[in-house]
Structures are given as C-alpha cells and as structure tokens.
C-alpha cells in the first residue's frame, strides 16, 4: 500500500533513522575523523529536529488555530507516545541491567524518565513528550510570533549549555547556572530547550499552509548547510561543545528545508513510518548483536574497529529486524481482520 500525501516526508524518514544510526557508531573513525565531525554530528544532526518538525506539522499545526478540535488528535499522539516509550524502556531493561546502567535511587530514575531517557537513544521520547506539552501551552496562549520567540529563548538557553558550553563555563555566573541545570537533566538536549522550538516551527508551517517552496528556500537551505558543515567543524577545533547536537543554524536551516520535503509528489509505502520508528527504537540492540557476533567470529578488527563496515553491519541488522517486524505486524493484522470477518 503506497501514501500519495506528502511522500517525499515519509521517503525521508528512512535516510533521517540512518543518520541516527551514524550517529552512534561513528562510520568515519578509522577512516577520516574529520567526517564524523562534518558529516555525523554535523549534518546529521539535521535527522531529529526533522522527526519533531514532522510531529508540530501533522499533530500540532492545528493547536491554536481550530481549538477544541485539535485536542482529540493531540490526546491520542500523547497516548500512543507514552505507550511507545514504555515499551522501549521495558525492551531495554535487560540491556540496561546487562550494562550496569541501572538508576540507583529514585531521583536518578526519575531524572531518567522525564529527561535522559533509560537507554542513551530514548531521550526522544520524553523530549517529544515535554517538548510536545511546552509547545502546545505555547500556542494555545500566546500568538504564534511569541511562541515562536520563547521556543528561540529556549533553544539559546540550551544551544549555550551544549555545543558552545566552552564558552559559557568560562563565565561563572553562567557556568553555577549550568551546573545546576545538568544536575536536573545530564543535556540541553531534552523537552524543555530542544524541542520545542522545531515543534513550533513544524506547527506554524502547517498553519501558514507552507507547500509553496521555491528557488529562494532551496537556497536557503545550501546556505544553511554549508554555515552547519563550519559550525560543526569550529565548535569541535576549538573545543567548546559539551554535547553536539545544537548548532545556532540549526532551527533557520530546517525552516528553509522542511518546505520542500512538503512540495515533493509521488507516493512512498505506508510503512515507513511505522518502519522507521521500530528502526530507531531497535538499532542499539543491532549493535550490541553485530558487537557479539563479531567478538563469537573473532571478528572484531573488520566488523568493529573498521568503522564503515560495522556502520554497515549495523544498519544491515537493524534493517533485517524491521523487515521482521513489518512482516510480523502484517501477519497479526490479516489474522485479526479474518476473524472480524469470520464473526459478521
């Protein structure tokens, strides 16, 4: 079954959950550093803020503008959000307990839960969750040029506790602040400072009806990711990031970019997006499972420490288990719409 809206939004889900892989196992190390820098935790740090656009485009871009309608949408993603992040973090409890990665005390349970996420990759679920809720109250309230402001103020507050941290910890006043901060939520990176301003951006691209990209915002959006390719590259030479996952270009870029995901026609499988959020929940455990495997074939010079080829062991296995997991949905879907049919 193929979707023919906004398909070129659910063929980007896919490359996005590569990027986020990357992310994790670094497919430049032994081969060139210096593209891990540009290309890993610079360019590829375009794949969240597009999964939170997405959301404030199709959950949240009616909020403020149709009222009471939205809010039946709105329960459901929340909802079905918080029953995915519980099921990730029953997934990975084993995981975590395998690591020694267990919370010793409540406050850290809890600091987990609503901000760092149980397992590294499961913060987004709470960000979306907080961020999803701070930028509701935000149009709700306030009018969109205001909730875009305060998102921004956020996303400064945060951009300066995380990628340019060396800056801001040379500044007392400013480092007690952020020392404080980090004892509540370990980043910047979370529901409160990150989120919200590419929620918000999403949602007032649906509310201004934006599918009308042209040769001014493709444009843009080069000139956005040539000035993210130098702040990803200066921010790592000079040592200023605690965390590289915010960039100052970072929200102006994805403004210019999201548009002509939009615009694009066609189709794409209805699948991706189910597809693709399986893959994000489930790649850490392909690369516990390519780790293993490796270390059983006494293969860890090429399927470990050769970078390329473990990305691409990784992504193969975490492709290989959605495959299944795809299949499997189907198959539990026929067997439940046969029986519906077999009852009438």
């Not at 000035?227 to 965390?243: F, N, Q």
């Not at 997006?273 to 489930?282: E, Q």
């Not at 390329?308 to 290989?320: G, T």
Request: charged share 15%.
């Amino acid at each position: 079954m193929a979707r023919n809206d906004y398909p070129w939004i659910d063929w980007f889900r896919l490359p996005a959950a590569l990027l986020v892989i990357a992310i994790h196992t670094a497919p430049f190390a032994s081969v060139a550093p210096l593209l891990d820098v540009l290309i890993t935790y610079g360019l590829a740090r375009t794949a969240v803020p597009f999964f939170f656009m997405t959301t404030g485009y199709f959950v949240l871009g009616s909020v403020g503008k149709d009222g009471p309608a939205a809010s039946r949408p709105y329960r459901q993603f929340l909802k079905k959000t918080c029953l995915l992040y519980g099921g990730a973090v029953l997934l990975y409890v084993p995981v975590m307990w395998y690591a020694q990665k267990m919370p010793s005390s409540i406050p850290e349970l809890l600091k987990m839960l609503v901000f760092d996420g149980t397992f590294y990759h499961l913060w987004y679920f709470p960000a979306l969750l907080v961020g999803s809720v701070v930028t509701v109250e935000l149009l709700t309230h306030v009018s969109r040029k205001t909730a875009a402001a305060v998102t921004g103020l956020l996303y400064v507050i945060g951009l300066l506790g995380d990628s340019y941290y060396g800056l801001t910890a040379a500044v007392p006043a400013l480092k007690g602040f952020y020392d404080v901060l980090f004892q509540i939520s370990s980043y910047t990176r979370n529901g409160i400072f990150y989120a919200p301003v590419f929620l918000c951006l999403g949602a007032l691209l649906r509310q201004k009806d934006s599918r009308d990209a042209g040769a001014g915002h493709a444009a843009a959006a080069a000139a956005g990711i040539i000035v993210l390719l130098a702040e990803s590259y200066l921010t790592d030479r000079y040592g200023l990031a605690k965390h590289n996952s915010m960039y100052a270009v970072l929200p102006l870029l994805m403004y210019a970019a999201y548009p002509l995901l939009l615009k694009g026609e066609g189709t794409a499988p209805a699948l991706l997006r189910r597809g693709t959020a399986f893959l994000y929940i489930i790649h850490p455990i392909a690369i516990l499972l390519v780790r293993g495997a490796a270390g059983v074939l006494g293969k860890e010079a090429l399927l470990v420490e050769q970078s390329l080829v473990h990305y691409a062991a990784v992504v193969l296995v975490s492709l290989l288990l959605m495959v299944y997991y795809l299949y499997a949905v189907r198959i539990i879907e026929y067997r439940k719409r046969r029986k519906a049919v077999q009852r009438r």
